[in-house]
């Protein structure tokens, strides 16, 4: 233990990289890097070598305010507040180690998060999802079978990426989802490709696949450890598979969308053929159905439509 003098001249930087190093024992090496960059990229480049014990709330809150409202060095305007949100998360984190590590005062007690709005879920309409099956089904490779597997069950992109061949089970028609893989950054320019677990308990999970999918993939079936996207023993990394996506859109004539966009169609049909919502979220792989309530269940205007018409019967 520090006697009182150590405690005083401890710094931002000091209790962060010790709040990061016993972090670093908790969460996934992605988690990780992601804390240390944005300790790196901000809490240490503005505030690092402030003495802990010579902040409190208010200089906590005008750090926070200037993040948002002045400009930066780059002169592009505040940070979002979607990295506000990291960056206070971050700090109250902190604050709560050295409180209990080392008995000093929570600067950060009482700090609020803002609030993000989030932005509705992007989907194809019914023309452009029957485009695109049609372009994918006329196209048969093992990319594009992928493709049309993703939406028919919502996976994430990290998590087709991150399937093998032993994850189908074409008996029971359905898959496993146990892993997922991600480009992470190590900070200085460098990343790495990662395989690793899903990101909550509630992904690792069973998805069942249409039928006539499962005759599809069984034309294309190898060996249990081959990946089924790249055909190796290596995953394809998402962003490759995004690049390839784009493609296919330019070539449908569908409007630029993200590959998550199939995860949110997917959900948007389950809604409409009214799976229930527990089932729905189990086959998303959400942690609490208030998610899949939240993100999707706005219902569509054909849905909606669908119900007022019930009035006059």
Known sequence: MFRLSGKKNMTI???GEQ??????????PSTYYNYK??????????IGDKKYTALDKQHINEYISSLMNSGRKDGKGGLSVSMTRDIIKALRAIAK?????????????GITVP?????????????????LEKYLIDNICLCNVSILLCLYTGLRIGELC?????????????????????????????TVISIDTPKTDSSVRVVYIPLFIIEMLKKFRQKPDIFILSGREKPTEPRTLQHKFKKILAV??????????LR?????????KQFDIKTLSELLGHSDVKITLNTYVHSSEKLKRKYVNRLAC
């Open 13 to 15: 930087r000091f209790l």
């Open 115 to 131: 609030k993000i709005k989030k932005p509705e879920a992007k989907t194809l309409s019914d023309r452009e999802r029957k485009r």
């Open 37 to 46: 960059r944005l300790l790196n990229d901000h809490i240490f480049a503005d």
């Open 264 to 272: 949110h169609t997917y959900a948007t049909m389950c809604v409409e």
């Open 162 to 190: 991150g399937l093998q061949w032993k994850d189908i089970d074409f008996r029971r028609g359905c898959l496993t989802v146990s892993k997922t893989v991600q480009r992470i950054s190590l900070g200085n320019g460098k």
């Open 19 to 28: 709040w990061l190093e016993n972090k670093k024992m908790t969460v996934k």
């Open 252 to 261: 449908c004539k569908i409007s630029d969308i993200s590959f998550h966009a």
């Open 97 to 109: 180690y050295a409180q209990l590590e080392y008995g000093l005062k929570n600067i950060c007690d």
